[in-house]
């Protein structure tokens, strides 16, 4: 099963030079790294990025990637947690994440 991580340009850079990243803000803040499922992603960059150009979305496999703990977030739904740092080696695919009319335009996730 893939699961999702929005970077700002400048977070998806830096994973790409260092090889790994403990994320973004608020993922330094709260301990572990912040994904999203093909459900619940667009909902996660209408909260957190509204506005945001220069996105970039990753697919990253869970099946295998530890520590991830599916624990409750917004409206008691289940989200990955990964409790270690992100490798540009677990990183199956990135792809630009357009603003177009205020909206994030998301790749086909299926």
Not at 21 to 45: K, L, N, Q, R
Not at 49 to 63: C, K, Q, S, W, Y
């Amino acid at each position: 099963m893939l699961i999702y991580k929005i970077f700002r340009a400048n977070e998806w850079a830096d994973l790409q030079s260092k090889g790994d990243t403990i994320g973004a803000p608020i993922d330094v803040a709260d301990g572990y790294i912040h994904f999203s499922t093909a459900e619940t992603v667009a909902e996660t960059a209408a909260k957190y990025f509204t506005g945001v150009e220069g996105l970039v979305l990753l697919a990253i496999e869970a099946d295998g990637l530890g520590p991830l703990k599916w624990e409750p977030a917004r409206e008691g739904v289940l989200f990955p947690h990964l409790y270690r740092k992100l490798r540009l080696d677990d990183v199956i695919w990135s792809k630009p994440l357009p603003l177009e009319a205020g909206l994030h335009q998301f790749p086909d996730l299926t």
